[in-house]
């Protein structure tokens, strides 16, 4: 009987899912159309907004270029060493923090204070720490994704069960045990929550980094093609970025679903 009961309700959610679908397609090729009635109405300055086929064209020399693929492994690679160390240090900073009331009334406010603080005024330092190359820039990403991983992890860890912490504790599980086999199998959406958002943040972090100072990266290319004028080009890259980040948002969202599906 229950297994009818889901069959049946996920059949009444196909025809909501279908319009959701509906819609979001919808809004994509409205926003295509408009950008295309205001780049041909002429409101704007020159090639400030270019028509489609022509960012279309510009987006197909972009990706047929070698130079682009080698400053897109920079930024990769800075925004995936960014989030490892910064992940890591939020999910300790998080577990310390839940498991721990006195310490997160002394320590997390701070987290709240510094948490919505724009990182990018950390920069100057980042450089005189780490110079000029990628290492400022992963220490831009470690930073930017830090927080938010770190207050997602802490929240999570209240939100646990006090059973299953109790049953931990009768068994004597150390920290360790405690952290592997109670804690984060507990709080797995918002520590995946907190690593989308981060991966989000990385991002933005390096990115702004990279148009700060650098010679190579994404974020550098963006520049070149800001200061060339080459607004076609410019918006490419942009395009590639916006993929990149949804994909890579669906990657971890993905990895959420079915970890739910193996607990079923």
């Avoid at 809004?27 to 704007?44: P, T």
């Avoid at 770190?150 to 209240?158: D, S, T």
Wanted: charged fraction near 15%; charge should be positive; glycine fraction near 10%.
């Amino acid at each position: 009987m229950a297994e009818i009961g889901r069959l049946n309700r996920a059949r009444g959610a196909r025809p909501w899912q279908a319009a959701v679908t509906l819609v979001r397609v919808a809004i994509v090729l409205g926003a295509l159309v408009a950008w295309q009635l205001l780049a041909i109405s002429g409101w704007l300055y020159g090639e400030v907004v270019p028509a489609l086929p022509v960012i279309g064209a510009a987006l197909v020399k972009l990706l047929c270029s070698g130079d682009f693929y080698w400053n897109l492994w920079v930024t990769v690679y800075e925004v995936a060493v960014g989030l490892a160390i910064g992940g890591f240090s939020g999910l300790v900073v998080g577990l310390v923090l839940g498991a721990n009331p006195f310490i997160a009334r002394a320590y997390e406010p701070y987290l709240y204070y510094l948490g919505p603080t724009p990182k990018i005024i950390f920069f100057p330092v980042m450089i005189m720490w780490f110079g000029v190359g990628g290492g400022s820039k992963i220490a831009m990403g470690a930073l930017s994704c830090f927080f938010p991983i770190a207050l997602n992890v802490a929240a999570g860890m209240r939100q646990i069960d006090q059973v299953l912490i109790r049953v931990g504790r009768s068994f004597r599980a150390n920290p360790w045990q405690m952290a592997t086999k109670i804690y984060l199998p507990a709080m797995r959406h918002p520590v995946i929550n907190g690593l989308r958002l981060g991966l989000g943040v990385a991002l933005i972090g390096t990115l702004l980094a990279e148009t700060k100072l650098s010679k190579y990266g994404v974020g550098s290319l963006v520049m070149d093609a800001y200061a060339r004028f080459d607004m076609p080009r410019m918006y490419a890259i942009l395009i590639v970025l916006f993929a990149l980040a949804i994909g890579a948002n669906a990657l971890v969202s993905h990895f959420g679903r079915l970890d739910d599906i193996k607990q079923k």
